[in-house]
């Protein structure tokens, strides 16, 4: 069965420091999605991406996040200077096409800023 | 801003009987709705959905219902199993490739 994966599983990282999370969504989706859940926190939506640009964004996408989709597989969260704050488990997923709602949820990745 | 809640942050219930999730909602544009099961260091794994033009989704021992004039979703697991001890999300959208506002989350434990 097709899955969404991530890399790394855990990421530790200093304050300041640049990190990129990775995400291969499944090979026919066409929309793709980041999100996050800081520890005993609801998930919260960071970004939505769909024909190579960002269709919608939320409040906790700063300047500081960006995204891209750099060889048609891979899907990228990079963080531009890391905030103790933004410790978190990052979530990536992906929707077939824009008449499906079901979005496939990778495994996350563990975000650690010391 | 919560637009999404669930208001019950833990729920345990005996192996064989109906677990019951709730899950309240603000917006009402929202018009597509999901549960997720998610285990602890795992992504969240999608479970069943329903559309505004429905009341209600079964599938197998999952039964969806939502009450659009009281914003409110249930979800109905029955009968209850020891596996399907996890944490509960709800999640609505207003219109497909939107994002997905989600829950708190329930932390659903079937005791055997």
């Known amino acids: 069965e097709p899955e969404v994966t991530q890399t790394p599983s855990h990421q530790v990282t200093q304050m300041g420091q640049e990190v990129i999370l990775r995400c291969v969504p499944i090979?026919?989706?066409?929309?793709f999605y980041w999100y996050r859940q800081i520890l005993g926190q609801k998930v919260e939506f960071l970004v939505s991406?769909?024909?190579?640009?960002?269709?919608?964004k939320s409040e906790i996408f700063d300047d500081q996040f960006s995204v891209e989709r750099p060889d048609g597989s891979n899907f990228t969260l990079k963080i531009r200077s890391t905030k103790l704050e933004d410790s978190a488990m990052y979530f990536c997923?992906?929707?077939?096409?824009?008449?499906?709602?079901?979005?496939?949820f990778g495994p996350g990745t563990r975000l650690t800023v010391t | 801003d919560q637009q999404v809640k669930q208001n019950s942050p833990s729920l345990s219930v005996q192996e064989g009987r109906i677990s019951i999730l709730n899950c309240d909602y603000t917006?009402?544009?929202?018009?597509?709705f999901l549960w997720y099961k998610k285990y602890p260091a795992e992504g969240p794994t999608f479970l069943i959905s329903?559309?505004?033009?429905?009341d209600k989704n079964e599938d197998g021992r999952f039964t969806v219902f939502l009450n659009k004039s009281a914003k409110h979703l249930s979800l109905h697991i029955v009968p209850s199993q020891p596996g399907d001890s996890a944490v509960y999300f709800c999640?609505?959208?207003?219109?497909?490739?939107?994002?997905?506002?989600f829950g708190t989350g329930t932390s659903l434990t079937v005791i055997p």
């Open positions: 997923a992906s929707v077939a096409t824009g008449i499906s709602y079901e979005q496939y």
């Open positions: 090979s026919n989706h066409l929309y």
């Open positions: 991406f769909y024909n190579n640009e960002i269709s919608e």
């Open positions: 917006n009402s544009m929202f018009d597509y």
């Open positions: 329903i559309s505004s033009i429905k």
């Open positions: 999640a609505a959208s207003a219109g497909t490739g939107n994002q997905f506002y």
